[in-house]
């Protein structure tokens, strides 16, 4: 075969090599966006079975409560979480907000979530809450002199 016989073939193999360069030099579109996971399911429990060193406790024991109140604080630093059963008998109407307390030291509190806010109504529910710290403990806040009773049973595991 003669040279000129060759042009073609060679032409077209460079046409090739171009085209491979630059499809490999070329930038790369992104791949397509994935969907997230489904969410959690609100609220997320933290359920964990009583194990034989749960420890049972009354924070409010049929307690009347006429002004702002801090239960005996309860040592469940070996616990995970705490299940809290309140009542409220609301006699005669005070707003009243129950609130989780923490404490490392046993002194010095700090705030944690409320097991109910505001309320001017009888009530009776259970709160699951995480343990934080080593001392539980639950504060009653009401905002007049109305006495109401507040039992508050717990147990922490």
Known sequence: MNARA???VVVALAVVAV?????ALAPQSAPAALAAPPAIPTPASV???ASPGYITFNPFSASAIAADTTSSCFDVGRQSTID???VIDQATTNTVTL???WSVNGTTLAGGVDLVANNTADATDIAQLQVFG????LLANVTNANTITITAQAIAK
């Open 6 to 8: 060759w042009t073609p």
């Open 19 to 23: 085209i491979a360069l630059v499809a």
């Open 47 to 49: 359920t964990r079975p």
């Open 84 to 86: 809290v059963l309140y």
């Open 99 to 101: 609130t989780s307390q």
């Open 134 to 137: 080593r001392y539980f403990c």
